[in-house]
């Protein structure tokens, strides 16, 4: 994924009703192997990577650059969510040159089902629109990932396709003021 773009970063710690989305720190370097060694978050996503491998590649403070929050809970690091801008060669697009930011999120287990990652992606939305007025923003995951279409709806996402990527049938849907 490209980065986000020209963007102020980063941004002051948003703040929600349970939750504080942030850029990353040292802290949460534990918390960002922990989220791309887990089976269960990477169920969808092309499987875990091996923990031993993660410790030797990842920095120690990952996830710095534009586009990354960590959201954290009661001072710990329980998920991610991402602003990125979708590359031009991948399907799915919803204007003319393609570029358009994606929304992606990633979070420990057991965050899962507390309405954790909607609280805090609306929140990312929220600062999008604010730093990228009248930006639409894109979404893409699995059609077999239940979770995660639940999500993309009630944040407001409408589908635009679906096609196959990855191995898998993908659902791809647009949240703004570019609905095709």
Known sequence: ?????????PPAPIRTERL????????????FVDLYTSAEVHAYLGGPRPRAELLRAIPQTPGRRP????????GSMIGSVVLDR?????PGHVRPGAQEAELGYLFLPAAWGHGYAAEACAAALGWCAGVL????????TQTANDRSLRLARK?????????E???AEQWFGVRGPSRP
């Open 155 to 163: 944040l407001g996402f409408t589908e635009v396709a679906r096609f």
């Open 67 to 74: 586009g990354v929050f960590v959201v954290e809970l009661d």
């Open 1 to 9: 994924m490209a980065e986000l773009g020209p963007v102020p970063w």
């Open 133 to 140: 007025p009248g930006e639409p923003v894109v979404l893409c």
């Open 165 to 167: 990527e990855y191995g």
């Open 86 to 90: 979708r590359e031009a060669e991948r």
């Open 20 to 31: 504080v989305l942030r850029e990353s720190e040292a802290r949460d370097r534990t918390a």
